[in-house]
């Protein structure tokens, strides 16, 4: 059965912290990894990512996938408090149309 | 662009009654994904339509059932409402087989 596995499940930072959260990954035909962040309603797109080790970056957010170990990154440098929200990881096959599984996600909370 | 939009954004029903939700997608879009997030289970994937045909399916009874209008815009709809059903439903799209993206949802409370 198909597996997405998310940790720490929640984290309590300091501004200007740095924080790393885990996704592995156990699936057949792997086709993408994604990243959302969820606040209030929506989750909202942060990446996409197909190749092992390239980086994606966007401003403080950054994130690598290792197909071999089966696992992605989410780095978030200098945290601020307006980053605190769940962070969810989601995989994509080649042989499930529009379907997504999710991982339980990551609770990130930033203290001022 | 304008993104995913839903509605209705909060619905109250009581058991047994049935409930329709809608989805239009972003313009251009023409896959349109479920998913029903609770506390318990997180996100879960319900179907996906394209082209006004279902394509995938998850593993929900058959009182979910959905579809797709000519223009892309989808809805819902649960039968039999039981308390077990509430819960935020989300709605994304995507072209063709790129990045989904979601709408705020549709909070279903069943009293």
């Known amino acids: 059965e198909d597996k997405v596995v998310q940790s720490p499940l929640s984290l309590v930072v300091h501004e200007g912290d740095t924080v790393t959260l885990n996704c592995s990954y156990e699936v057949t035909n792997f086709r993408s990894l994604l990243w959302y962040k969820q606040e209030k309603k929506a989750p909202t797109f942060l990446f996409m990512l197909?190749?092992?080790?390239i980086e994606k970056k966007s401003g403080r957010l950054s994130s690598i996938l290792d197909k071999k170990e089966l696992f992605s990154i989410l780095n978030i440098t200098a945290t601020q408090t307006g980053d605190s929200a769940v962070y969810l990881c989601?995989?994509?096959?080649?042989?499930?149309?529009?379907?997504?599984?999710f991982g339980a996600g990551t609770q990130v909370v930033v203290t001022p | 662009k304008a993104g995913v939009t839903q509605t209705p954004r909060y619905l109250i029903k009581t058991r047994g009654q049935q409930v329709t939700l809608s989805c239009s997608p972003i313009s251009g879009h023409r896959s349109v994904s479920w998913y029903q997030q609770t506390p318990g289970q997180g996100l879960q994937f319900l179907f996906e339509y394209f082209s006004e045909t279902q394509r995938n399916k998850g593993n929900f009874p058959g009182r979910f059932s959905g579809r797709q209008f000519s223009n892309s815009r989808s809805e819902m709809n649960v039968s039999t409402l039981e308390l077990g059903d509430s819960a935020l439903y989300l709605c994304?799209?995507?072209?063709?087989?790129?990045?989904?993206?979601f709408g705020p949802g549709t909070r279903l409370l069943v009293l």
């Open positions: 197909t190749s092992s080790g």
């Open positions: 994304a799209s995507s072209f063709l087989k790129e990045t989904q993206y």
């Open positions: 989601a995989v994509e096959t080649t042989d499930s149309w529009g379907k997504l599984q």
